[in-house]
């Protein structure tokens, strides 16, 4: 088996590639150098010379107030690009994974999302990537798509740095209690997607960290776990407006991967705990 993987300079991509090496697995990772997603000659050029039999599609575009400006853009990268590399992937015969996200459903109540839940993205990021999604359901049978949520990986900038990061000037900090949902560890999540891509059960997943918390709890569960003191206000969603309307309910059910015979990612406070012992390493090493 080989596998191309997409995105590689990104959290999820540089993850996925570690983990493929750790487990001796031929790979490929691709970034903006070997080609633009909208150039898709280019795209298809660089799949086609390596020929892989997995196409772990990570890049995407992701400035979700951005997005609101930018729609055009948003589903030139991740919707139309994705039905070039899904189209690409049904040529060779490749199996496509398609990292998708919480944002396609509408994000209200407090029930976990079923895979099949009906969707109804609020903003252009989420219908950006809700396009993406059926595209690669349109042309291919050989796919997983998989739903993540609040991302945190080691190779890039995420909420868990930026809260250590104020923490070293400030005692105490407003952070938006009414958005629910789960993190997503990326160390994590590329076992997962490594498993699934020994695999062939395809399908449409949901793969985060287990549990749930608001953003108000993750970062005093950081705080908690690195020592630090600092004070968080639970403040409402509307204390911080943005362009691009928030989800309040991220919850989703991984009952799907219970059913495939996937294993569930740990707890996230475990996860945090891990990755902060990750941070502690990229510390010391310079």
Same mark, same amino acid.
């Given at each position: 088996?080989?596998?191309?993987?997409?995105?590689?300079?990104?959290?999820?991509? +540089?993850?996925?590639?570690?983990?493929?090496? #750790?487990?001796?697995?031929?790979?490929?990772?691709?970034?903006?150098?070997?080609?633009?997603? &909208?150039?898709?000659?280019?795209?298809?050029?660089?799949?086609?010379?390596?020929?892989?039999?997995?196409?772990?599609?990570?890049?995407?575009?992701?400035?979700?107030?951005? #997005? *609101?400006? *930018?729609?055009?853009?948003?589903?030139?990268?991740?919707?139309?690009?994705?039905?070039?590399?899904?189209?690409?992937?049904?040529?060779?015969?490749?199996?496509?994974?398609?990292? @998708?996200?919480?944002?396609?459903?509408?994000?209200?109540?407090?029930?976990?999302?079923?895979?099949?839940?009906? $969707?109804?993205?609020?903003?252009?990021?989420? %219908?950006? $990537?809700?396009?993406?999604? *059926?595209?690669?359901?349109? !042309? !291919?049978?050989?796919?997983?798509?998989? %739903?993540? @949520?609040?991302? +945190?990986?080691?190779?890039?900038?995420? +909420?868990?740095?930026?809260?250590?990061?104020?923490?070293? =000037?400030?005692?105490?900090?407003?952070?938006?209690?009414?958005?629910?949902?789960?993190?997503?560890?990326?160390?994590?999540?590329? %076992?997962?997607? /490594?498993?699934?891509?020994? @695999?062939?059960?395809?399908?449409?997943?949901?793969? &985060?960290?287990?549990?749930?918390?608001?953003?108000?709890?993750?970062?005093?569960?950081?705080?908690?776990?690195?020592?630090?003191? /600092?004070?968080? =206000?639970?403040?409402?969603?509307?204390?911080?407006? =943005?362009?691009?309307?928030?989800?309040?309910?991220?919850?989703?059910?991984?009952?799907?991967?219970?059913?495939?015979?996937?294993?569930?990612?740990?707890?996230?406070?475990?996860?945090?705990?891990?990755?902060?012992?990750?941070?502690?390493?990229?510390?010391?090493?310079?």
């Amino acid at each position: 088996m080989k596998v191309l993987v997409t995105g590689v300079t990104g959290q999820l991509g +540089f993850d996925v590639m570690r983990e493929l090496e #750790a487990a001796g697995i031929p790979a490929k990772g691709c970034s903006r150098k070997e080609f633009s997603l &909208t150039d898709h000659a280019a795209a298809r050029a660089c799949i086609e010379d390596y020929a892989p039999d997995v196409v772990v599609h990570c890049a995407a575009y992701t400035a979700v107030d951005k #997005a *609101e400006d *930018e729609a055009e853009l948003a589903q030139a990268v991740n919707a139309d690009a994705v039905r070039n590399i899904a189209k690409v992937c049904l040529d060779i015969g490749a199996k496509l994974i398609y990292i @998708s996200t919480d944002y396609v459903f509408p994000g209200d109540g407090e029930e976990f999302y079923e895979p099949d839940a009906p $969707k109804g993205p609020t903003n252009a990021y989420g %219908r950006s $990537k809700l396009a993406g999604e *059926e595209a690669v359901q349109e !042309l !291919l049978e050989k796919y997983f798509i998989v %739903r993540i @949520s609040w991302v +945190f990986g080691i190779h890039g900038k995420n +909420f868990i740095r930026t809260m250590l990061k104020l923490s070293e =000037t400030h005692k105490e900090l407003t952070v938006v209690a009414d958005q629910v949902g789960s993190p997503t560890y990326t160390r994590d999540l590329a %076992r997962l997607l /490594v498993d699934m891509a020994k @695999s062939e059960k395809y399908g449409v997943y949901h793969a &985060t960290n287990e549990g749930i918390c608001s953003w108000a709890e993750l970062a005093e569960e950081v705080f908690r776990q690195a020592g630090r003191s /600092v004070k968080v =206000t639970h403040v409402p969603s509307s204390a911080y407006p =943005t362009k691009a309307t928030r989800p309040k309910n991220s919850r989703m059910s991984k009952e799907c991967l219970d059913r495939a015979g996937f294993q569930r990612l740990p707890d996230w406070k475990d996860a945090v705990s891990r990755y902060l012992g990750e941070l502690a390493e990229e510390q010391e090493q310079g």
